[in-house]
């Protein structure tokens, strides 16, 4: 059983970056990946790609590369996702997820991240 | 890469069945046996239902059940309950080791 926990809500104005944290618990946190996904209001699921909390090896979606990072601290067993150069259609709910078998099994909260002038 | 089709919404009445389809291609669905099911109810977080095609994990009801012939995978809900009522996304693991999810499909009972 994994747990995950995720930072509060943020407003960011265009241009800037956001960092959002994902705290795990109740497993080896090197034993699975961590992964993140991300939902605009009223829209589907987006996967933005996975970090693996053992090596720090990342593997990021297309469309993100170049303007995501997904890091983690081992000794507080906590992955963030960190998204740059912001702009309005960034607005959405993102969420981690543990993966260990090429599914999401534990989901995090979710985070809110507003973009606005 | 593409989001894999679904159908936008699919509706039932209590003690009914209904399947849920998700189309992809051979460079998704069709080329591995990693499609996943979730359950979405609002303001909540995915719940994983179905993974491997088929495989259920513990504690979702027998009453979910998955498979897949080709590009489409499907979900099935037999014996529909009202708290079964939710969005639900597909998603398979793809040839450039990367994932995709569904589209998705609300889930209303009649």
């Known amino acids: 059983q994994v747990q995950l926990v995720q930072s509060g809500a943020e407003v960011k104005k265009p241009g800037a970056s956001v960092k959002v944290s994902c705290k795990a618990s109740g497993s080896a946190f090197t034993s699975y990946d961590i992964n993140w996904v991300r939902q605009a209001t009223g829209q589907g699921l987006e996967w933005m790609g996975w970090?693996?909390?053992?090596?720090?090896?990342?593997g990021y979606a297309q469309k993100f590369q170049g303007r995501v990072t997904m890091t983690r601290n081992t000794s507080i067993s906590t992955a963030y996702m960190e998204l740059s150069s912001l702009r309005s259609e960034d607005t959405a709910v993102y969420y981690c997820a543990s993966e260990r078998h090429l599914n999401f099994d534990y989901w995090g909260q979710g985070t809110l991240v507003t973009v606005s002038s | 890469q593409s989001a894999l089709t679904q159908p936008a919404s699919v509706s039932g009445s209590p003690g009914q069945s209904i399947t849920i389809s998700c189309t992809g291609t051979?460079?998704?669905?069709?080329?591995?046996?990693?499609v996943s099911w979730y359950q979405q109810h609002p303001g909540k977080a995915p719940k994983l239902m179905i993974y491997d095609v088929s495989n259920r994990p513990s504690g979702v009801s027998n009453r979910f059940s998955g498979s897949k012939s080709g590009n489409t995978a499907s979900l099935t809900i037999s014996g529909l309950q009202a708290e079964d009522e939710a969005d639900y996304y597909c998603?398979?693991?793809?040839?450039?080791?990367?994932?995709?999810f569904g589209t998705g499909t609300r889930v209303t009972v009649l």
């Open positions: 998603s398979s693991y793809t040839s450039s080791s990367t994932y995709v």
């Open positions: 970090m693996n909390p053992n090596s720090g090896n990342t």
């Open positions: 051979s460079s998704d669905v069709g080329g591995y046996n990693y």
